[in-house]
């Protein structure tokens, strides 16, 4: 079986990461492979032992272009499937050239965010089928009339042998200059609202009453990025609020950090969260879309509501003051990973919808 898929994302995380997690997964199950990919992009440079790689111009939802270009490539290459993976233009035109060579073609949602109900049932049946990688998300697209039979849920992977470092806190003190008595919390995310950052600076204040020696550390890059910042210089929490940006090393930092948040009112899955009980990391964090299925309320981490400032705010003291129940959280949460996402499972998920869609078209 000879799949294309087709990611317009340029770098290494995220959904491009699960696209080439996926490849791994498939490529072990004698699949062939070929990625679509913006030129010049980290995940084509990292597909390249596992795809044929075909690198071509991608400038989002209006560049028709792509659509001729797609259309070449799929008629060149002969794909029994053709898999989109990203927005941007991508599931758009990657659709429509499939949809006119006469290809199958189907897409993974990886957001949890509503769009018209009219707009939705176009866009979705136009696939031969939808994968989720929550079921968060496809409540929502079958909120919106998607048909229930259309749509698979296929949850999202880390690589368990990756997130598997013993903590190294004389590393994580000397590289982001703290000191051994920190309690230290992090976050990653992209820097816009709906990933809660605002919330965690407007009330550190209050944690730091109770955890004076708390450290939160907010890694990540975005548009909000400079407004956090001033944010926190005009709090005064600047000795205790750092912005590192995006890091190469997560496995190490996941690792070595003493609790996760994210209270975030919008999220697919997160894979940070998934990477992040990977490392046995007990997590704080907002019911929004896929993150109850990673975040079990007092099984791995403490689950509040939407917008709760003050339950997140009062499960991180809590937490910050119980190292056994942050320890004990934290193996129940690799203990989940290993059981529900791992490599394998979702690409033998992802296989079973390939076979399901030929058989059917």
């Known amino acids: 079986m000879k799949i294309m898929h087709i990611e317009a994302g340029r770098h290494l995380y995220g959904g491009a990461q699960q696209v080439i997690y996926l490849m791994q997964g498939l490529q072990q199950l004698a699949i062939d492979n070929i990625l679509v990919c913006p030129v010049d992009s980290e995940v084509g440079k990292a597909a390249e032992a596992l795809a044929t790689v075909l690198p071509v111009s991608m400038k ?32 758009l035109w990657g659709r429509l050239a499939a949809n006119h060579l006469q290809v199958p073609v189907i897409c993974s949602r990886r957001v949890d965010n509503t769009e018209p109900g009219w707009f939705a049932r176009w866009k979705y049946h136009g696939y031969q089928h939808v994968i989720t990688i929550s079921e968060g998300i496809r409540r929502v697209l079958l909120a919106e009339g998607v048909n229930p039979q259309h749509v698979t849920t296929v949850h999202s992977s880390v690589d368990l042998s990756k997130f598997n470092l013993a903590p190294n806190r004389d590393w994580l003190n000397n590289e982001f200059n703290l000191s051994g008595e920190d309690f230290v919390i992090a976050n990653f995310a992209q820097m816009i609202e709906r990933k809660g950052q605002r919330m965690l600076i407007e009330n550190f204040s209050k ?13 990540g890059k975005g548009p909000k990025k ?3 910042q001033a ?19 997560m496995p190490q930092i996941m690792s070595s950090v003493d609790l996760v948040v994210h209270p975030a009112s919008m999220e697919g899955l997160g894979v940070a ?3 992040s009980a990977a490392c046995r990391k007990a997590i704080v964090a907002t019911a929004a879309g896929g993150i109850p299925e990673i975040v079990i309320n007092q099984h791995n981490g403490a689950l509040l509501s939407i917008g709760d400032s003050d339950g ?3 499960a991180i003291i809590e937490l910050g003051g119980d190292d056994n129940k942050r320890h004990e959280m934290g193996m129940r949460g690799r203990t989940l990973v290993e059981e529900t996402f791992s490599i394998d499972a ?5 296989l079973a919808v390939y076979k399901q869609v030929l058989a059917g078209y």
């Not at 944690?207 to 890694?219: E, M, W």
């Not at 979702?346 to 992802?350: D, F, T």
């Open 346 to 350: 979702m690409s033998k998920g992802n």
């Open 231 to 249: 944010l926190v210089e005009e709090r005064g929490l600047q000795t205790s609020i750092k912005f590192p940006g995006f890091r190469s090393e």
């Open 273 to 275: 969260l998934l990477q």
């Open 226 to 228: 400079e407004e956090y």
């Open 207 to 219: 944690i730091l009453d109770v955890l004076p020696q708390a450290k939160l550390l907010l890694f």
């Open 312 to 314: 997140v705010t009062k």
């Open 60 to 91: 989002g939802d209006l560049d028709i272009g792509l659509y001729f270009r797609l259309k070449r490539l799929i008629k060149q290459h002969k794909p029994d499937i053709v898999h989109v993976h990203s927005r941007r233009g991508a599931d």
